[in-house]
């Protein structure tokens, strides 16, 4: 499944590792993000915009515009290491005999299974849980366990 808004804390979490973001960064939301040079808008859900939003803000209203921005400083090659680390695209390894991978799409992925370059407009809508992502519920599960234990992993039962 896409895992769309779901994944807004982990991407939140990687901006601020990374150092992309603090939680007191502000992102200007006139109701879209737009890449550099390039004419297309991505859209908020609210067209109208939310004005200035910070982390706090973006994650209690789910503010599009924010994470878009936060995955356009990552670049993908970041969002995939740090989506990996939360176990996106990854058999959560139960016993279980029919379980999914799921996918945390990279340059390679691409490279390898549509033979074309991966475009910067495919981070942007990464970082709301759109494009190629593929996750299952039991990894959407597991990522979320990770941010409520602070970092520890709990293997499901």
Avoid: C
Avoid at 101 to 128: C, D
Avoid at 147 to 156: D, L, M
């Amino acid at each position: 499944y896409a895992p769309v808004s779901t994944v807004k804390p982990e991407v939140a979490i990687a901006g601020l590792d990374s150092g992309v973001v603090t939680a007191s960064t502000k992102v200007f939301d006139p109701g879209y993000f737009q890449l550099p040079d390039f004419d297309h808008k991505y859209r908020n859900w609210n067209h109208s915009g939310d004005g200035w939003v910070d982390m706090d803000t973006a994650i209690m209203r789910s503010n599009d515009t924010y994470f878009y921005t936060v995955a356009h400083k990552l670049g993908i090659d970041r969002l995939h290491d740090y989506m990996t680390m939360f176990g996106i695209g990854q058999k959560v390894s139960l016993d279980m005999f029919e379980e999914s991978a799921g996918l945390m799409p990279s340059r390679e992925w691409k490279r390898a299974t549509r033979r074309q370059a991966w475009f910067p407009g495919e981070t942007v809508i990464l970082g709301i849980g759109q494009g190629y992502m593929q996750v299952t519920p039991l990894q959407l599960a597991q990522a979320t366990s990770l941010i409520a234990s602070k970092g520890v992993w709990h293997r499901p039962h």
